[in-house]
């Protein structure tokens, strides 16, 4: 099973034919899939679609929003998922970390492996 900074994963996502890898906050909070900082809509291009958001505080705030792959290819997990740019994180959210088994090992490091 991969080990990463606590409290991290590493991970691939792909929109049409752009693919990266990023280093995303696991957020237990956050019921969605996945969250990149604004200034990746520059990088994918055209949005799917746009979306309103409530953000932390409250306010409202309407965000790009993709349909996409993202992929660990240490444990072989792979999955359709939403991504929304919004804010200046990489996040990663319920909607994905529900499937996969986690060990936050001391406050040290993450270890994953996908439920079967």
């Known amino acids: 099973m991969p080990a990463y900074e ?5 991970l ?6 752009y693919k990266e890898k990023i280093h995303a906050y696991i957020d237990t909070v956050f019921e969605g899939y996945i969250v990149l900082p604004e200034y990746y ?36 997990f792979a999955t359709m998922v939403r991504i929304t740019c919004l804010g200046n994180e990489c996040l990663i ?11 936050l090992d001391r406050g040290q490091k993450v270890i994953i492996d996908a439920l079967m």
């Not at 291009?45 to 953000?55: K, Q």
């Not at 319920?94 to 986690?102: E, S």
């Open 6 to 10: 606590y409290p991290y994963i590493d």
């Open 41 to 76: 809509i520059e990088r994918i291009g055209e949005p799917a679609f746009f979306t309103d958001w409530e953000v932390a505080d409250g306010a409202l705030v309407v965000a790009a929003e993709y349909i996409g792959n993202i992929t660990i290819p240490e444990i072989g």
């Open 12 to 17: 691939f996502f792909a929109v049409g034919d």
């Open 93 to 103: 959210g319920r909607a994905i970390i529900d499937h996969l088994r986690l060990t």
